[in-house]
């Protein structure tokens, strides 16, 4: 059974950092695409990263400049490294696997989400 559960959420000032993690089980990362979505209340979700399996990354570009996404093979952890948030960052954040890099990977495989307010 396939598990994406994410941590590293909570509140922080503007102009703060944040690190979310994903640690999978039943799934290895390191073959797939893996990414990062995001929902904020009455917005639509939206893709902000993406890492391939052959290691392209793409990044929203509201993101782009602020936030890192990257992987630790060895504990099949996903991470986002998010720099200098600011308010419109308030989202419950989701790790997302299995899709296509063209969407930010998102595909079979989702996480509960964890809140970041800013």
């Known amino acids: 059974q396939v598990q994406l559960v994410e941590s590293g959420g909570g509140s922080v000032q503007a102009g703060g950092a944040l690190t979310l993690s994903c640690a999978a089980s039943g799934y290895t990362f390191r073959s797939r695409c893996k990414g990062w979505f995001r929902q904020a209340p009455g917005k639509e979700r939206e893709g902000v990263a993406g890492?391939?399996?052959?290691?392209?990354?793409t990044y929203a570009d509201s993101v782009k400049g602020r936030f890192t996404i990257s992987k630790d093979n060895a504990k099949n952890t996903l991470y986002l490294q998010m720099n200098s948030l600011k308010p419109e960052d308030t989202a419950m954040y989701y790790c997302?696997?299995?899709?296509?890099?063209?969407?930010?990977?998102?595909?079979?495989?989702w996480g509960q989400g964890t809140q970041v307010t800013v």
């Open positions: 890492k391939s399996s052959d290691g392209t990354i």
């Open positions: 997302v696997a299995g899709g296509s890099i063209i969407n930010y990977c998102s595909g079979d495989h």
